[in-house]
């Protein structure tokens, strides 16, 4: 692990919401790093400002302050375009909601993804390690919330991103599906070596992880490595 | 290494067949209209090109006449000679009569004259013309016995007359032996001074030599002519443009009074062919009617793209969360924005395609078929025109590219954040509105047409453009049934009878021994505005006159006048005004001031005391042009009068509209109705595709359906309402404003007229629309399942 490079390095970051009395601030100079396809797990409670960071790093949103840089290259230097070419080249997204298209099937879900990139995943051998080959003509409606959920990492893993970010990806499905999430996204950390940084509240999740990071309040409380990493399917809650 | 080619095609590309597939109805109901709309207007511009590019080709192939005069008395040969010399002209005698036409037994289209029509049918007949405005054969043949006739195509089909048909000329009868089209004919003006053509009560004819010699009526001494090359070869020249043609015959014209005068005889008529409304009507009425139809086309687009980028917009917002995710992942503004554009645009170029081949195929014969009803048109050969695949298929697809990308990319301008957070209001609104303490429901129906304003404010559009269409379909009928009816009030006197001369042959006043005969006199002027001349009658009206309101009269300054109310309404004058007018053969020119505007609304008109009229034009102290008289004049010689004028010369006009718009009106209404449901489908639609987890939250607490499509359906049907009146407002006065354009064109004016019956006609027309919609909006509602409101996934 200590042999890896540094990807993802963030410094400072400030963020509020509101003016004058209503102004609150969420993040307050958060600095941490993220080393080169590690599955790195933002741990912390509602309102300690995981989700906002995260979108931040993902360039949906802009912090007040602060720099992040991800291999290399400074978000807060990035116009609109760049930041769209940004996500495109490096980033896949996924959500606690699915957000699937309703009128397109499993297989061009994923492709929606595929379609944004240069040097896509195999799509076949994608859908079989998602446990979706069964079901790739199948739209959406037809589908299970914790299947849904594997199309909507398929669709962003496909682009084979450089950058996985998973914003309560286990928060609408139930403990044996979340548990199935939990495991393929670890296979797929495993796999395809791409760099995880997944929110959560649920703390026994950072067992699986390689580095856990726990916010309060917008800062940094901890910021460990994880020396007894323990599979997902040990994971019990 | 990474691979450099990108393998994976845009897969949101199905969505758009998905989408059409998905909502087909919708789609189907688009497509179809604007399939018809357009291959109705390519078939207009099809139509159009090919009968302009006939007009074009007819000077040539039908060597129509650049002009012709009337003379009291045959001229003689010398003054032909000299004009001819003079003016670089050829004069063609082309001398006609005019007898009552008349037909035994009842034919088919007969019925659409009245028994007044069918006696004052006039046939205006030419010996055959062999040089000057030849006739184009419709059908059959020219006529070879001195007992057959050849007769206007248009005017035959009207009454229901056949080739082979027998008709009587005066007390001649006569075999038809074909119909054919004059190019001094195309539309059946019988004077140039008409307000519109007659093509029921007034035919041409065609007749040989001796057929013609057999007539009684009087000969009408007619001389076409035709410019030549200078130099006097004899070669046809037409002008290079219309002032150079103007010129020519401003000058010709001076000329031929001038000569005619000397020898004795006398001018009766001189008619330019580029003011020879016979000639010109019908090639400027396709132009007009190509302008008409390209506004409704552009307009209706315009409407459905508004209904299209609502509908869009709708469908972004619906889709906010995967839009979120598709930009957080990558996805450009752009792209997206194209993707949501294609529906519309893919709906447009097909439905432009189909539309056009239907409109050179199919609808070019409904609009020729239309335009023979009402001209005598030559034959014609349809011309492609890339100008009308232009006009039905870039400019709509224009259209529909613009207004969508306007509205679509407003609504994409938001961050992929606002996206998947469904943030997408630019105000929130930060307190409910209170509302009265009405009834719960009604609170509740009143929530919900505050929250759906934007929705209901498309219906409104519209609906506003469905009122505009039918206060033209409803208004043109009632317009012209109130001016049939309202004809004898709209005219100075139940007789206006115009004299030739006030003298007779022994010198003596002519007079008649009629009580309620009134003198006047009466001149033509021309009123030039707007690049356009209007003629007019200028009336000397005597001291206290029984037919017109005096008062004024008498108290009006040396130069000032009294302007009829058609001309106020067609030119805008008021109390005030300064007017110039000019006479129509001479280089004079009068200035008045108006001093008031009386009541006369049957054409363009002025008014002064005949003293000064006197003064004005310089005519004898005892000088008069005709007698106003409640009784017909009968007691003076027919061959001193030049014309009577009653009320039924006021409705020519409008019976001709009736006849040729009538028909086509009442099936645009329907058409309106149609047109109503399916603008009102759409948007209720989206009004209800808006509402529908409301609808199935409401289902889930218990509500049936009865009381659900209470709330929504009144909601809807109270906009719908208030929409209708405002928009009834506006259509009405919208089409005053196009009824001045339509009018400005002809001489004479009516104002459109919308009678309190045709209000509710427009407002139930609009609501049959809207019932038919709401049935299927209860129908809508009762299928949006009650699962709807918990799904948390699209």
Not at chain 2, 140 to 145: Q, V
Not at chain 2, 394 to 420: E, G
Not at chain 2, 479 to 502: C, F, H, N, R
Not at chain 2, 519 to 548: M, P
Request: include cysteine; hydrophobic fraction near 40%; charged fraction near 25%.
């Amino acid at each position: 692990m200590s042999q890896k490079e540094m990807f993802l390095q963030i410094n400072d970051l400030h963020k509020s919401f509101g003016s004058g009395d209503t102004k609150q601030e969420v993040l307050r100079g958060m600095t941490f790093s993220v080393k080169k396809g590690e599955f790195c797990v933002l741990l912390g409670p509602s309102g300690s400002g995981k989700s906002t960071l995260l979108n931040i790093i993902g360039g949906i949103d802009a912090a007040d302050s602060g720099t992040i840089s991800i291999d290399g290259e400074l978000l807060k230097d990035m116009n609109e375009k760049a930041l769209t070419q940004y996500r495109r080249r490096h980033l896949g997204y996924v959500f606690q909601l699915y957000n699937l298209i309703a009128n397109l099937n499993v297989k061009e879900n994923i492709e929606v993804g595929a379609y944004l990139s240069d040097h896509p995943l195999d799509i076949d051998d994608l859908l079989k390690t998602l446990g979706l080959w069964e079901h790739r003509y199948k739209l959406p409606n037809q589908l299970s919330g914790g299947q849904q959920q594997r199309v909507s990492i398929g669709r962003a893993i496909v682009k084979n991103p450089d950058l996985l970010l998973c914003d309560e990806p286990t928060g609408a499905l139930d403990y044996t599906t979340s548990k199935e999430i939990l495991q393929l996204i670890e296979q797929i950390n495993h796999k395809y070596g791409n760099t995880i940084i997944m929110v959560t509240h649920n703390e026994p999740i950072r067992g699986m992880a390689d580095h856990v990071i726990k916010l309060r309040d917008g800062i940094v409380r901890t910021d460990e490595y994880n020396e007894n990493k323990i599979p997902a399917a040990q994971l019990e809650w | 290494m990474k691979k450099a080619i990108q393998t994976v095609k845009n897969p949101l590309r199905r969505r758009i067949l998905r989408e059409f597939t998905g909502d087909w109805k919708k789609y189907l109901v688009i497509g179809l209209f604007l399939i018809l709309m357009i291959g109705f207007i390519s078939g207009v511009y099809v139509a159009n090109g090919s009968m302009l590019t006939a007009f074009d080709e007819s000077p040539a192939k039908y060597r129509t006449e650049d002009g012709h005069f009337v003379l009291s008395d045959e001229a003689d040969r010398e003054l032909l000679d000299r004009l001819e010399d003079d003016e670089n002209i050829t004069i063609y005698q082309n001398y006609y009569r005019e007898e009552k036409e008349s037909w035994s037994g009842e034919l088919k289209g007969r019925e659409k004259l009245s028994k007044k029509q069918k006696n004052d049918v006039r046939i205006r007949i030419y010996t055959l013309r062999e040089d000057v405005d030849l006739p184009c054969i419709m059908s059959g043949r020219l006529p070879e016995k001195e007992d057959e006739i050849a007769i206007d195509r248009m005017h035959a089909e009207n009454v229901g007359l056949k080739v082979g048909g027998k008709l009587k000329a005066g007390d001649r009868n006569l075999t038809i032996t074909g119909f054919v089209s004059n190019a001094d004919y195309t539309t059946l003006f019988e004077n140039s001074r008409d307000m519109m053509f007659d093509a029921l009560t007034f035919d041409v004819g065609l007749m040989t030599q001796e057929g013609v010699d057999t007539l009684s009526a009087p000969v009408r001494y007619n001389y076409s002519y035709l410019f030549t090359t200078e130099g006097g070869n004899g070669q046809i020249e037409r002008a290079a443009d219309d002032i150079k043609e103007k010129e020519k015959n401003d000058d010709l014209m001076e000329n031929l009074y001038q000569k005619v005068i000397l020898t004795g005889n006398q001018v009766d008529d001189f008619v330019p062919a580029y003011a020879n409304q016979a000639i010109q009507f019908a090639p400027e009425d396709f132009s007009s009617d190509e302008a008409m139809a390209g506004i409704i086309l552009y307009v209706l687009i315009a409407v459905l793209a508004f209904v299209f980028a609502i509908t869009i917009s709708n469908t972004i917002t619906r889709e906010s969360t995967v839009i979120g995710t598709l930009r957080a992942s990558g996805f450009s503004r752009g792209e997206l924005i194209r993707h949501y554009m294609a529906a519309p645009l893919i709906v447009t170029l097909i439905s432009a395609l189909i539309g056009n081949l239907l409109g050179y195929t199919y609808f070019k014969n409904v609009v020729v078929a239309m335009y023979y009803n009402s001209y005598g048109l030559p034959t014609y050969e349809t011309v492609m025109s890339s100008e009308a695949l232009i006009k039905t298929t870039i400019i709509p697809i224009v259209i529909m590219f613009v207004i969508n990308l306007i509205v679509i990319a407003h609504k994409m301008r938001y961050t992929p954040l606002q996206f998947l957070r469904r943030d997408l209001k630019k105000h929130k609104r930060s307190k409910a509105m209170r509302l009265p303490s009405f009834f719960f429901l009604s609170r509740f129906r009143l929530r919900v047409l505050i929250q759906n304003i934007s929705g209901y404010f498309i219906l409104f559009v519209g609906i506003c453009f469905v009122m505009i269409m039918l206060a033209m379909a409803v208004g043109m009928p009632d317009s012209l049934g109130y001016y049939q009816k309202k004809a004898p009030e709209m005219v100075i006197a139940p007789y206006e009878t115009l004299v030739k001369t006030d003298h007779d042959i022994y010198g003596e006043v002519i007079k008649t021994k009629e009580k309620s005969a009134e003198q006047f006199s009466a001149s033509s002027l021309v009123y030039t505005t707007g690049g356009r001349d209007e003629n007019l009658e200028v009336y000397g009206i005597i001291k206290d006159s029984e037919y017109l309101d005096s008062e004024k009269l008498n108290d009006l300054d040396k130069d000032e006048i009294i302007v009829s109310k058609a001309m106020a309404g067609k030119f805008k004058l008021k109390t005030g005004d300064t007017i110039r007018l000019s006479a129509k053969y001479e280089d004079k020119k009068y200035t008045f001031k108006i001093a008031g505007i009386n009541s006369y609304e049957a054409g363009s008109a002025v008014f002064m005391p005949v003293d000064r009229f006197r003064d004005t034009f310089d005519t004898e102290d005892d000088s008069f042009s005709g007698w106003f008289s409640r009784e017909k004049i009968s007691d003076v010689d027919e061959k001193y009068i030049l014309n009577e004028i009653t009320a039924k010369d006021i409705t020519k006009m409008v019976d001709q509209l009736d006849h040729s718009m009538g028909d086509y009106m009442h099936y645009f209404q329907y058409l309106c109705i149609g047109l109503s449901a399916i603008l009102m489908f759409l948007l209720t639609k989206l009004i209800i595709e808006r509402n529908e987890n409301p609808i199935s939250m409401t289902k889930i607490l218990g509500y049936t359906n009865r009381e659900i499509s209470s709330i929504y359906v009144t909601a809807t049907t109270i906009a719908v309402i208030i929409s209708e009146f405002i928009a009834a407002w506006i259509g009405y006065e919208v089409m005053i404003q196009l009824w001045k354009k339509i009018m400005s064109r002809m001489n004479g004016w009516f104002d459109f007229y919308l009678s309190r019956q045709g209000v509710i006609k427009m407002l139930l027309f609009v609501f049959i629309g809207y019932l038919i919609v709401m049935l299927l909006d209860f129908r809508r509602i009762k299928k949006i399942p009650m699962d709807q409101a918990l799904k948390v996934v699209d």
